[in-house]
């Protein structure tokens, strides 16, 4: 299916620009056609105004009502307010407007259906009243660009009024206007032009390019670069786009919107944080995720923390993709960073923006598990008695065997009332519930010329499928920049965020799933029944959703504020200085009461967790830039130091004697564990970049960081990590300066050095645990090394080369990039070694082994229809593939060969992750008695490939790599339209191509009837299916059931639809609003995938006790001040 959707995408993007063309001309054609009509002059129209006495603003509305005519002027113009008294209140516009004239003093002029309202230049001097028709020209002609090829669909207006035409589909145009006038002329990728009349009747016009899209300023880490002129790969998305997705974390909102950026969900709880990869892993045991920076300070907590962050406080994110962008951050670069630029004040009015919506959610899909009619054929099949009377392998329907009767095979009692009334309880049905999400922000920019504030708060509040799970957050950003004088300037940001996170019970889902269905809920007063059923094993999900039963309260507060100062030494001489601290409280609690699952009518358990982590970073960072005539030169010098610490502690405590305190009386039990922790580390760095261009075509940087860290031993703590990468613009050469289809043409490369820091604090130096020793015949508490210490351990290096190509074509109607890039981390892989047991210790972290991956990334964006006040198309599309393999984990063969490392299921030449089993190809038929016999299996049973046809299955020999994790195609599309005031956006995201583990195709299908079962297509002797085996109650697990869980993950979900309509200024202006725009969101409504089961988007392993992915349909409104 990924194939054939992959060639699909291909072929779109292909031939679009076609069809958009085609559909452009078309559209334009016809809305140039019969451009205008005759307009009447004002002495022709006779008008009938109500009342004698009004408002100039209410009679200029009443003319616009009955009459085609269009009103022009500004607030400053006219008084709309002033009262007027008309002795004819039926007459002709003229004679109406010649009152107006000579009461409050203004001027009116007729050009067509546009009528323009001034005042009078000198009122005392003058009692002239004015009422002008001015003579109207016919102007024709016809609008090309710089090389004479025609633009249809191009804008001509006469200014000032709202008067005007577009191009036909051979770029003429027709309007009639004063002869005194001027026209502006427009089109998307050009320059506007103003050009007077003067009384011709036939004005052409050739427009240029408009560079100012090539000029678009990204963040590239300590600086900023015009895109134009930047030789790295580095991808940007407006924070606009991350406002559009329902999600509690910017990061989530990212997900397919960059190209070999890789943000999948981890699962459907509110406020679950995303997994991301940037261009793949390279790590097999260090973390891969990617260095956030907020506003020039880094962050330590990775993905997680950014849950603490408003979407609509971003300004933008800046992804640096390639080593040579990201070897300016050194030691913490190596998985890619993300650059996070938030909102900053405005001088001038005072604007408020405030966004309210509400949605309500659904679950995605529920795992498909029989009922109870279901579950009793697959009970009685499973009790199946051969021709001795007996259950178990053999009795798979061999002539001679039979069923028992119902009394034999359902020995519970509930369950055997259950069949013979026809009971059936849908558990599922029964713990979910509608979910709800209400999100309100509030925003405030002001300023003066010197000084401007931008103050935001927002909360968030989403009720999850499940009773007892939510998460609310508070967020609060104040940001201030002031300018001192011309030297000096000063700013500060501050965010504050409270966040509680309520994730209930772990087990509600798990327990409803394998829950029988032929079990009861409740008893005959409503009460819940703890066990519904006398197995005693599964517990009654319902008791875990009552309040206060089961709790796991985590509440995080964080303060992340920084300040600087910049001082302009001189001309293009400029130091900055920055300091920035994250300080983050953690609390969790977490209480189960006698009736949950964990407890089993046993005695409640309690414990609390509190945690703080807190860091600073401080910066002096040095720029110059200058320009020698054709030379443009920049440097940048960089001094850094962090500091982080944190600290934890534990108490917990059983046989609590209550049922309501929570864990605020754990003094009251009996204490099972508690401990604390504490760990410090500090990172200094210098840093050292150049850039050059040369006649603005010829592009080079360099860089090199240094970085010390004080958890690697001496001699190891500081290294170094270069960067270098070139650019050559050439649509700048003369070679291709006429080449009017081409606008922009830049070739990249890079190469760069970048390192990973994840080492515990003290890992070099070993560390201890406590442990009891016998002394005088009694347990003596005492300490041993846990860790052995390695004083060799040093940073885990990647070095990557990228090569990439960004264009533009058709005046920048079609634009985007292609990279091609590949990294190898040596053999400097963080990887625990196994030592022998005689050593004491299970393994030492060495820098040993090395991965590879490579890949290419494709983005475009297009233009497809832009008609000025009318109708306009965007498309945006991305595509990311890669490749991994590791290819070395120090493990030698006899003769030095590379071997794998099957316990850890590592492989040479395979990715990271792999699935490494038995590959099931059938289940063993009737007819195949003897050869299944020679396997020790029996019809009904899984099939598994003999790879080395030994006549026998084992797991040294018979288990491969059946496949990998890693996507072979991923990325999204979107198009936005919008004509008027209404806006139409649809994103479709796509991950094809990759193999999951769905762990619950095999441990919620044990096919032995003690446990609710998979609604599957099971074998019976009258149902000889290849899919899952027969029924067997003396099994507690299937044989070989592990390769059932392996599945095609590929999917294509339609994942966001907005319609919005923003409603007219002049409507919005008598609510005092400047900006009201309603909108109406559907998240996740399709989703096209071969896995039926649960939602194939998942970080790992797809488990039957996760929250399931949402639908959720939301409305809400924009308002504006």
Do not use: C
């Not at 409050?104 to 005392?124: D, E, H, P, W, Y």
């Not at 002329?185 to 004005?203: C, D, L, M, T």
């Not at 949605?359 to 009685?380: C, E, H, V, Y």
């Not at 560390?767 to 860790?787: I, M, P, Q, V």
């Amino acid at each position: 299916m990924e194939y054939k959707i992959i060639q699909t995408i291909a072929m779109v993007t292909k031939y679009s620009l076609y069809v958009f063309s085609a559909l452009f001309i078309t559209i334009s054609s016809v809305l140039a056609e019969g451009v205008l009509g005759q307009v009447k002059s004002i002495k022709e129209v006779v008008i009938d105004i109500d009342e004698s006495s009004e408002r100039l603003g209410e009679v200029l509305k009443s003319i616009e009502a009955q009459t085609d005519f269009r009103f022009f002027y500004t607030d400053k113009s006219i008084k709309q307010n002033s009262e007027i008294y008309l002795s004819n209140t039926n007459g002709t516009v003229a004679e109406i407007l010649k009152e107006i004239s000579s009461q409050v003093g203004v001027k009116f002029r007729q050009v067509n259906a546009t009528i323009s309202v001034s005042r009078k230049q000198n009122l005392i001097a003058s009692n002239k009243i004015e009422v002008v028709i001015e003579e109207q020209n016919t102007i024709t002609g016809k609008i090309t660009d710089e090389n004479g090829d025609v633009l249809p669909g191009a804008s001509v207006q006469q200014k000032g009024t709202t008067n005007g035409t577009i191009t036909d589909a051979e770029g003429k145009y027709s309007l009639s206007v004063p002869d005194n006038t001027t026209l502006i002329v427009s089109f998307v990728g050009y320059e506007a032009q103003e050009i007077a009349v003067n009384g011709r009747s036939v004005i052409d016009l050739s427009l240029k390019p408009d560079i100012t899209a090539l000029s678009e300023v990204l963040v590239v880490g300590y600086g900023t670069q015009e895109k134009r002129d930047v030789t790295s790969a580095i991808s940007m998305i407006k924070g606009e786009a991350l406002t559009v997705i329902p999600t509690s974390n910017p990061m989530d909102a990212m997900k397919g919107q960059i190209a070999g950026v890789d943000i999948l969900q981890n699962g459907g709880r509110p406020g679950q944080s995303p997994t991301i990869t940037i261009r793949g892993r390279r790590s097999l045991t260090a973390s891969n995720d990617p260095l956030f920076v907020i506003d020039g300070i880094p962050m330590t907590a990775g993905t997680a923390t950014l849950g603490d962050f408003n979407s609509a406080d971003i300004q933008s994110v800046e992804v640096l993709k390639d080593a040579a962008s990201q070897a300016i951050y050194g030691s913490r670069g190596s998985n890619g960073v993300v650059l996070v630029t938030t909102k900053r004040g405005d001088p001038g009015v005072t604007r408020v923006n405030f966004t309210t919506s509400y949605g309500i959610s659904q679950p995605f899909r529920t795992i498909p598990m029989m009922n109870g009619a279901q579950f009793a054929d697959l009970k009685r099949e499973g009790n199946r008695l051969d021709a001795n009377g007996q259950s178990g392998r053999a009795a798979w329907g061999a002539p001679g065997s039979s069923i028992p009767d119902d009394a034999a095979v359902f020995n519970d009692a509930v369950e055997l009332n259950s069949v013979q009334n026809g009971f059936s309880t849908d558990w599922q049905d029964l713990i979910y519930q509608n979910g709800a999400q209400l999100n309100n922000q509030l925003s405030v920019s002001t300023g003066t010329e010197k000084t401007r504030v931008l103050l935001a708060f927002s909360n968030f509040d989403e009720k999850s499928l499940i009773e007892g799970v939510n998460y609310k957050r508070y967020t609060g950003r104040v940001n201030v920049d002031h300018d001192i004088s011309k030297v000096f300037k000063v700013g500060v940001s501050t965010i504050y965020s409270n966040v509680t996170d309520n994730w209930g019970s772990g087990s509600v889902i798990s327990e409803a799933v394998n829950q029988t269905p032929l079990g009861l809920p409740y008893d005959a007063e409503g009460n819940i029944i703890f066990l519904p059923i006398s197995d005693g094993i599964r517990s009654n999900p319902l008791s875990e959703l009552v309040p206060g039963k089961r709790v796991d309260e985590r509440k995080t507060e964080r303060m992340f504020s920084s300040v600087y100062l910049d001082v302009n030494i001189m001309e293009g001489l400029q130091y900055k200085f920055l300091i920035g601290q994250d300080v983050r409280n953690y609390q969790r609690g977490i209480f189960e009461g006698q009736f949950t699952n964990t407890r089993k009518n046993g005695s409640p358990f309690a414990s609390l967790q509190k945690a703080q982590e807190s860091g600073y970073t401080l910066e002096n960072l040095l720029t110059y830039n200058k320009s020698f005539g054709v030379h443009n030169l920049g440097l940048t010098f960089l001094q850094s130091a962090a500091d982080q610490k944190f600290n934890t502690n534990l108490l917990a405590a059983q046989n609590l004697p209550y049922e309501s305190a929570l864990w605020n009386k754990l003094d009251l039990g009996t204490i099972t564990a508690y401990n604390s922790d504490f760990a410090e580390y500090q990172l200094l760095s210098y840093m050292a970049r150049i850039n050059y261009s040369f006649r603005g075509k010829y592009l080079l940087q360099a860089s090199m960081r240094w970085d010390g860290s004080s958890r690697l031993a001496e001699g190891n703590k500081w290294n170094s990590f270069p960067g270098v990468s070139a650019g050559w613009r050439l649509k700048d050469e003369a070679f291709l300066a006429n080449v009017g289809v081409i606008t922009e043409l830049k070739l990249r490369a890079s190469y760069g050095k970048v390192g990973n820091t994840s080492v515990a604090p003290y890992q070099t130096q070993g560390t201890l645990t406590n442990t009891f020793y016998d002394w005088n015949n009694s347990d003596a508490k005492g300490f041993r090394l846990d860790l052995i210490p390695n004083a060799d351990l040093s940073w885990e290096v990647s070095e990557s080369f990228d090569l990439g190509v960004d264009f533009a074509f058709f005046n920048g109607r079609l634009s985007g990039y292609v990279d091609y890039y590949r990294t190898s981390t040596g053999t400097s892989l963080l990887l625990n070694r196994q030592l022998p047991q005689t050593s004491g210790y299970a393994f030492i972290l060495q820098n040993i082994g090395g991965t590879q991956t490579n890949g290419f990334e494709i983005t475009l964006q297009s233009t497809n229809v832009d008609i000025p006040s009318g109708l306009k198309w965007k498309t945006e599309f991305n595509l990311g593939s890669l490749k991994e393999r590791i290819v070395d984990l120090a493990l030698r063969g006899e003769n030095g060969e590379l071997i794998d490392d099957i316990g850890n299921e590592w492989f040479i030449g395979q990715p990271i992750r792999v699935f490494y089993d038995f590959n099931k190809i059938g289940i063993w038929q009737a007819d195949e008695v003897a050869e299944a016999a020679s396997y020790n299996q029996f019809p009904g049973e899984i099939k598994i490939e003999d790879l080395n046809n030994d006549g026998r299955i084992t797991a040294t020999d018979d288990r491969k790599v059946l496949g990998n994790d890693v996507p072979k195609a991923y990325g999204g599309l979107t198009n936005s339209f919008s004509y008027k005031g209404i806006d139409l956006s649809f994103f479709v995201y796509y991950r094809l191509g990759f193999m999951i583990r769905s762990q619950f195709s095999n441990g919620q299908a044990t096919m032995q009837g003690r446990y609710n079962n998979l609604d599957v297509d099971y074998w019976t002797i009258d149902n000889p299916t290849n899919d899952y085996p027969r029924p067997n109650k003396n099994q507690e697990s299937i044989q070989y059931g592990s390769s059932l869980q392996y599945v095609d993950g590929g999917f294509v979900k339609l994942r966001n639809v907005t319609l919005g309509y923003t409603f007219p200024e002049s409507i919005a202006s008598k609510l005092k609003m400047t900006k009201l725009r309603l909108f109406f969101t559907a998240q996740n409504p399709l989703t096209w995938s071969d896995y039926k089961l649960f939602d194939p988007e998942r970080a790992g392993n797809v488990t039957s006790g996760e929250m399931p992915s949402n639908r959720m349909f939301l409305s809400g409104v924009n308002i504006s001040f």
